[in-house]
């Protein structure tokens, strides 16, 4: 079971539910930010992507004293698989569960587009189904998308793998050119310490079937849900 | 009476825009004179914007029934069935004169305001188109005015969720003075939970819901949209409204929550003219009338007139009337999203809107006058003298093209023909997964769900044209031109074109010329919508888009909203492969008069627009759906502005991957080249297909002109004559950079 939360201006919340529920084939439901408790079989929180609270102030940044949040804090010390797209992403690192932080994109327009991204780290439970330098073509659709961490920890996170997506040409090659938002070393997505809590900027959700323009999506929402069977079965 | 309120006379009365005979009927109507409060509430009631006296005489010409159709014209929006017990619901607005005042806020409030058309309806808004139009770039304040009008439709659109899918960008001299921000969107809801605006059932509550009410907006129907621009409209900044899509994304949700308990009896949205508008015109549908109490109405601001309170434009609020006992119902559900929401009066039986503030009447109105009996107005209309004039072009004088390469580059660099991708990449069009094709189509097309998330077979295409050029030379034909293409952008996708709904921009309809473009439009439109089967449904006017005694060329923007189902086979509008036929659908003639090849190439914006033949066009849409269906068509794209050349580059550059698909077309040399290349005769499509012999049998059989003229393939467009004379010979890859490159190089460098 896969808790979906929902905040006041999520707008991929519904794209999400859909996504698992239609294209996977998985229970999930809408757990509404009010509540204090996350529903007591769940196997994964997903944070979706949108304008929480108008991303008034910054994005996120009221989001994360939502009463839900000190459930899903609880959950992922515990070990909980946790993923967040986008604002939900922006969400995850003003909440301290993942590090850095997302700034306005170089040109500080909104960008809405397909972008490849390459697998920097294929043994995280978010990306299991791909292989490392495998190239996931993914939309993104954000105003504040350029991932920035100090370069100390940049370096201690490269060591430890936590670097998962890359912005990358479609050779595969990580360039500038490559990069819409101006994140730092092209980073889309980074997992925390533990490897259990996942944040990118593109959308899975919106890549879950070809005729809607690719199902490269699938790849990072089928290995959370591999990720979820194997945990049950190891607790079975 | 409040002490601050000036005395009202007829003065006061000519300030608010009333003229004299109306201001002598307001008197009569009451039997005496109006309170400075009633005096607002009429000046904005009977404003062109919020009156349409200029134009329901003519509008009446307009077909707006149909075997789909069920709501036209009349509620905040039309609703046409698209099977299976559910309905798109769609409406087409402007937001013109805010837009060039305040660009930012006016284009977001543009968007809200059509999405609370749509919601109000009980539909859940899936798409928005816009149709924008600015000067020519090359002037600093119009590339500020573009900018701004992207970042608010943005702004708004992706932050509620709702993606933008389609629209198109102009630039043109005539908005200068005035630019155009038309706003489109349409919703989808089960067919039998359509709501309407209407205050029935005496004793029931009124309720206010949403943001709180603030001195914002005061006056934005009646004077901002009711008259010409002056050189001092900057004056005007306070009239416009600040949008807050946070709350519009939360009224919305909890607005579709609670029509879904049935509790809701009529509900509307706060638009021009805010409470006063909304109120009545519930209360005259339903035949009742309301008492409300304005102390009970969430403030912003502290110290507000019952005058201010009534005349608010402020965004993000609506009004419902529910049913009465269930009012704990309705609050829960606004509470649970943190909105304000309140019982702000009653129904009532008499037929009268009386409004209470601190314990004093403060104003007592019958509804029906206000709302229902305003003025018409039966402007004189004039052939402008210049018309006849303008139409004239000799081809025999019309220098030959020298260099047909050159003149290719040269439109593909022009902002109108350039791509958008600069402004469509600002705009979410993926939110609500079901953007099947995506902004730089001939037309959007957007898979429906249910309510319930499941996706179903259908799928809604939708487009939006106005030539305005077509339209300054010959606002009959170009008005007919402009729904012959959407309804045709929308069957290249290989859906079934269902309704029109338009936004008829002009100038000032005091003007005979201006009158006369305006019912010379409608006929246009009513003779094409009825000719192909389209209804209109829904609509808006936009009169007074003139500054300085400059008006806009007549822009009868409209939109198409076709069906298709199933929705896994559909065509794209550019060359999916290479080894493909390339079919012309469609007669091409010696028509240059209006075209984008001589107003660049000769610097002439001259000549009859091209002739549209809706009898063909009916034909060639029963093909394209056919074709679809079929298998027969593996991408169709509509012949129109730069002519059958720029249609063939475009349909080289397929999204993505570079440097497209090339081909090798030859045409035969009957007509002038410059003809053939850039002419822009209607009702042509060019196909690209696996299965030429079937297409070109189905055509034969339709009675429509079809050729085969040549086959993808290859990095190159190469274009020859009969004879085999070279006419075109350029790299997609460096065409395409031309054509992408446009934008933000002027834009950005």
Known sequence: ?236 | MNSNEPPVDLALAREHGLSDSEYAAICEILGRTPTFPELGIFSVMWSEHCSYKSSKKHLRELPTQGQCVLQGPGENAGAVSIGDGLAAVFKIESHNHPSFIEPKQGAATGVGGILRDIFTMGARPVASLNSIRFGPLEDPKHRYLLRGVVAGIGGYGNAVGVPTVGGETDFRSCYRGNILVNAFNVGVVAADQIFRASAAGVGNPVIYAGSKTGRDGIHGASLLASSEFSAAGEEKRPTVQVGDPFTEKCLIEACLEVMRTGAVVGIQDMGAAGLTCSSFEMASRAGTGIEMDLDRVPQRAAHMTPYELLLSESQERMLLVAEAGREEEVRAIFARWDLAVVVVGRVTADGRMRVRWHGKQVVNIPVDPVAARSPELDRPAEEPRTLRENQKLDLAAVIPEEDPAAALRELLDSPRLASKAWVYRQYDQFVQGGTLIAPGGDAALVRVRQEDGTATHKALALAVDCNPRFCFLDPYVGTVAAVAEAVRNVACTGARPLALTNCLNFGNPEKPEIMWQFQEAVRGLSDAARALETPVISGNVSFYNETAGRAIDPTPTVAAVGLLEPCERFAVSSFPAPGLAVILLGETRAELGGSEWLAIRRGLEVGSPPLVDLEHEKRLIALLVEGVARGWIASAHDIADGGLAVALAECCFSAGTLPGVGVRVQFPDVLRPEAWLFGESTGRVLISTAEPEALLRAARSAGLPARRVGETGGERLVIRGESGRLWIDESTEALYHIWSRALPRRLEE
Request: contains cysteine; charged residues 20%.
């Open chain 1, 1 to 236: 079971m896969f808790a979906v939360l929902q905040f006041p201006g999520s707008n991929d919340d519904r794209d999400m539910l859909f996504a698992l529920k239609s294209v996977l084939g998985v229970p999930a439901r809408l757990v509404w930010h009010k509540e204090t408790e996350l529903p007591p079989n769940t196997q994964g929180v997903l944070l979706p992507g949108g304008f929480s609270y108008g991303d008034y102030l910054r994005p996120g940044a009221m989001a994360r004293f939502s009463p839900i949040m000190a459930a899903v804090l609880r959950f992922a010390e515990a070990g909980g698989l946790v993923l967040g797209t986008c604002n939900g992403f922006q969400i995850l690192c003003e909440a301290g569960l993942l590090p850095g932080a997302l700034r306005p994109n170089r040109t500080l327009q909104f960008i809405c587009e397909r972008v490849w991204v390459r697998v920097e780290n294929a043994r995280t439970p978010f990306t299991s189904r791909a292989r490392a330098g495998q190239l996931l073509r993914l939309p993104i659709k954000h105003g504040d998308g350029a991932y920035f961490v100090a370069a100390d920890e940049l370096a201690r996170m490269q060591e430890r793998g936590q670097i998962v997506l890359r912005y990358a040409d479609a050779s595969g090659a990580v360039s500038e050119a490559a990069n819409p938002n101006g994140a730092i070393a092209n980073i889309a997505g980074i997992v925390n310490e533990a490897g259990n809590v996942f944040g990118l900027m593109p959308h899975p959700e919106h890549a879950v079937e070809p005729l809607l323009g690719g199902g490269d999506g699938r790849a990072i929402l089928g290995s959370l849900l591999d990720a979820v069977r194997q945990r049950a079965e190891v607790r079975a």
